[in-house]
């Protein structure tokens, strides 16, 4: 039987009065990939800030069986910043070494065999202004990969990529996955890429409204979770399929 690697128990969460989780449980067990959907401002980037430590103003419980790398929004990274691409990653590694150690040539290894991984080695001395969405995408997952995680939480890694970036990407997924053994938490808006990828679905608007294997969730837990926002939801979904079909 595997292991539990997460537990969240009774998390709730407000913030300015305003209630965003409510009565949150779950459990996720080693090895799983997870996605997690809800329409926008249903707590889903909240509940991984939780899950990662950034917020710690909750009731509840939390815990965590090992190291988690976080690949945030894209809208979170400050592009303006003049940094080399290998400088970026390097940020992976300031928990290890602290952030005014200097890094040795063994570091720098490690840095460059992430970036290979990624596939951007290349890409290593280019400012960072210089990047594409899947490029910097890319460079968000190998700078959390320096951290050597146990689980990745992933928060909207198509958001600006375009649907060829977004094959290459969750492929490379795929691949880190068999090779690392990684416990994958998505968290996404494209619930045909949900479906396809994830094994088990969370269904998330405020509180779960249904947390299953893909194959036991309904149209019916998805009506209900979007609720009148539904209707626009599929007939959206359908004109940005017949946009991208190749």
Not at 19 to 24: A, G, M, Q, T, V
Not at 221 to 238: A, C, H, P, T, Y
Request: glycine letters at 8%; proline letters at 3%.
């Amino acid at each position: 039987m595997k292991e539990k690697i997460v537990e969240v128990m009774n998390v709730n969460y407000s913030k300015n009065d305003v209630e965003i989780l409510k009565n949150i449980n779950f459990e996720i067990f080693c090895g799983d990939f997870v996605g997690i959907i809800g329409p926008n401002g249903a707590g889903k980037t909240t509940l991984a800030k939780i899950i990662v430590g950034d917020i710690k103003d909750y009731s509840g419980k939390v815990i965590v069986r090992g190291k988690i790398g976080y690949v945030p929004q894209m809208k979170d990274i400050n592009r303006d910043i003049p940094i080399l691409v290998r400088e970026f990653a390097s940020m992976g590694l300031y928990e290890k070494r602290g952030l005014f150690r200097f890094f040795t040539k063994e570091d720098w290894k490690e840095i460059e065999r992430n970036l290979e991984m990624v596939g951007i080695i290349k890409l290593k001395d280019r400012p960072i202004t210089k990047l594409s969405g899947g490029e910097l995408q890319r460079l968000m997952l190998a700078r959390a990969l320096l951290y050597n995680p146990d689980i990745l939480i992933l928060d909207e890694p198509e958001a600006g990529v375009d649907q060829m970036g977004k094959a290459r990407f969750y492929e490379l997924i795929d691949t880190l996955r068999n090779d690392k053994n990684l416990t994958v938490i998505l968290i996404s808006h494209d619930i045909g890429m949900i479906f396809q990828k994830c094994e088990k679905i969370m269904c998330l608007n405020k509180t779960l409204h249904c947390q299953a294997p893909r194959e036991r969730i309904s149209l019916e837990n998805l009506q209900e979770v979007f609720s009148e926002d539904f209707d626009i939801w599929i007939r959206g979904q359908k004109h940005y399929e017949r946009e991208h079909k190749s």
